[in-house]
């Protein structure tokens, strides 16, 4: 690909940060369709997303991307923590070592939403799975106490923003 343009500097607000996270599994995404670099997501019939509320300010998703032997590869991360140590949130959390894999949908700070773990070029060959699952107590009475939980995927290409809401699709 040849560079075709150049960037303009944007002088609107960009703050970081993650607002909403939501996880389905690969399986219940029946198509992932795209249009100009925007991914529009039709679920199964009765699959849904589900929203994971984290602790506020420890969320984000990064892409790394190299090119190794002339080919592009991008690493996507998504990094959050759960706050408590207790069942519910164990039971959760357990679902994420699934090796099937998932497709996530992250709303950044801006509004936009993105889709990870899913390319147009590769499909859903490449999922989002669970990297590692730090869990902690604490060491003194003010520490918190949950998990750190870390889903990775690797694509050839950058993550695509999507048109669909988190709340049309949970």
Known sequence: MA???????????NSGGIK??????EA???????TSNVAAVTMGTAKVFYEFEFEQDTAEW???????????KYTQELEFFI?????????ALAELGSNCGFIILVEDMNGTVYILGHSED??????????SD????????TDLAGSTMTLTAMSVAKAH???DTIDSLI
């Open 83 to 91: 706050r408590k140590n207790n069942d519910t949130n164990r039971t």
């Open 161 to 163: 923003t999507c048109s």
């Open 122 to 131: 590769l499909a859903d060959e490449r999922p989002m799975k669970l990297a």
């Open 20 to 25: 909403r996270i939501a996880i389905a599994n």
């Open 134 to 141: 730090a869990t902690a107590s604490g060491k003194e009475l």
């Open 62 to 72: 990064r892409e790394n991307g190299e090119l190794i032997n002339g080919s592009l």
């Open 3 to 13: 560079l075709a343009a150049g960037l303009s500097k944007d002088c609107a607000a």
């Open 28 to 34: 219940d995404v029946a198509s992932v369709a795209y």
